[in-house]
């Protein structure tokens, strides 16, 4: 399995930007969907982007559509959100996880390996 580590997390006003990334170990990520998760107190884990293995296709839940971006550098081993116009809703744990299924998922089973999560606090 691949070992992830989640980073950018921070506050920021409402509008702002932040950028996540996800730097994963090991020599197997370009093997691997990607996806990015986030939970907020309370609630359930939920879907918000993902990326297929080269890069070439992407899915978002539609609270984000516009406003959020995943990205990935296989030379590099990481997997990036880039969140514009965040909102107070945005405010969640972020995850990265990594999927060996071939096209991406929003289900959170299917996904194998999580990274420990990172902050995102969004003030009105």
């Known amino acids: 399995q691949v070992q992830l580590v989640e980073s950018g997390g921070g506050l920021v006003q409402a509008g702002g930007s932040l950028r996540l990334s996800c730097a994963a170990s090991?020599?197997?990520?370009?093997?691997?969907?990607m996806g990015w998760f986030r939970q907020a107190p309370g609630k359930e884990r939920d879907f918000v982007a993902g990326?297929?293995?080269?890069?070439?296709?992407?899915d978002y839940t539609d609270s984000v559509k516009g406003r959020f971006t995943i990205s990935r550098d296989n030379a590099k081993n990481t997997v990036y959100l880039q969140m514009n116009s965040l909102k107070p809703e945005d405010t969640a744990v972020y995850y990265c996880?990594?999927?060996?299924?071939?096209?991406?998922?929003?289900?959170?089973?299917?996904?194998?390996?999580w990274g420990q999560g990172t902050q995102v606090t969004v003030s009105s």
């Open positions: 990326i297929t293995r080269s890069g070439g296709s992407t």
């Open positions: 090991g020599r197997s990520f370009s093997n691997y969907v």
């Open positions: 996880a990594a999927s060996t299924r071939v096209v991406v998922t929003s289900v959170p089973y299917e996904y194998n390996s």
